[in-house]
């Protein structure tokens, strides 16, 4: 069984630092891109980033561009997100998901809040 | 990139049938068959219903079905039950820099 495991949230003041971790199992970890995706308290999706299998390839939404870092460790079947210079309106539950195939997310985690606030 | 534009709310009452629109562009949803729908219960993860325009992962029913035409993209839900009572996203992927981009939701009311 697919399992996505995220931690890390919490509680921040803006311009902060904070470090997402999703723990995967259930599937081979290394084989598979994956992605964060986010959204903000009663608002819809919003894609965050996307890493490959290998980690030679990287995407990032404009509105994280600069701020974010998406890494994985493989050998720990591990995902981050390091998040620099936060501001209020990056409030939202972070969700690590799994690509099954292009731009598509076949399995999610439960999602981990994150709250920038003063 | 702007959100994929989808009406915010569709309602129908049991047994009947409804479509939800995803509406895009050529650099989107009509220049590659990268077109899924995901559902989400409130409080819970979303869940895949479609990829690649038309497909069902497994163990979804097949009262769920996509299509495509220019640059929109449906969802049909056919024989709509209580429990397709939900949001309901589309996504595709995008050949500017940031890779893919989500619709703007639609909240799915069975009467």
């Known amino acids: 069984e697919v399992q996505l495991v995220e931690s890390g949230g919490g509680l921040v003041q803006p311009g902060g630092s904070l470090r997402l971790s999703c723990a995967a199992s259930?599937?081979?970890?290394?084989?598979?891109?994956m992605n964060w995706v986010r959204q903000a308290p009663g608002k819809g999706l919003e894609w965050v980033s996307y890493?490959?299998?290998?980690?030679?390839?990287?995407y990032y939404a404009d509105s994280v561009k600069g701020r974010f870092t998406i890494s994985r460790d493989n050998a720990k079947n591990s995902l981050y997100l390091q998040m620099n210079s936060l501001r209020v309106e990056d409030t939202a539950v972070y969700y690590c998901?799994?690509?099954?195939?292009?731009?598509?997310?076949?399995?999610w985690g439960q999602g981990t809040l994150v709250t920038v606030s003063s | 990139q702007s959100a994929l534009t989808q009406p915010a709310s569709v309602s129908g009452s049991p047994g009947q049938s409804i479509t939800i629109s995803c509406t895009g562009t050529?650099?989107?949803?009509?220049?590659?068959?990268?077109v899924s729908w995901y559902q989400q219960h409130p409080g819970k993860a979303p869940k895949l219903m479609i990829y690649?325009?038309?497909n069902r992962p497994s163990g979804v029913s097949n009262r769920f079905s996509g299509s495509k035409s220019g640059n929109t993209a449906s969802l049909t839900i056919s024989g709509l039950q209580a429990e397709d009572e939900a949001d309901y996203y589309c996504?595709?992927?995008?050949?500017?820099?940031?890779?893919?981009?989500f619709g703007t939701g639609t909240k799915v009311t069975v009467l």
């Open positions: 998901a799994k690509s099954g195939y292009v731009a598509t997310f076949d399995y």
């Open positions: 259930g599937f081979t970890f290394s084989s598979y891109s």
């Open positions: 890493i490959s299998s290998s980690s030679s390839t990287i």
């Open positions: 050529s650099s989107d949803v009509g220049g590659y068959n990268y």
């Open positions: 690649d325009v038309s």
């Open positions: 996504s595709s992927y995008t050949s500017s820099s940031t890779f893919c981009v």
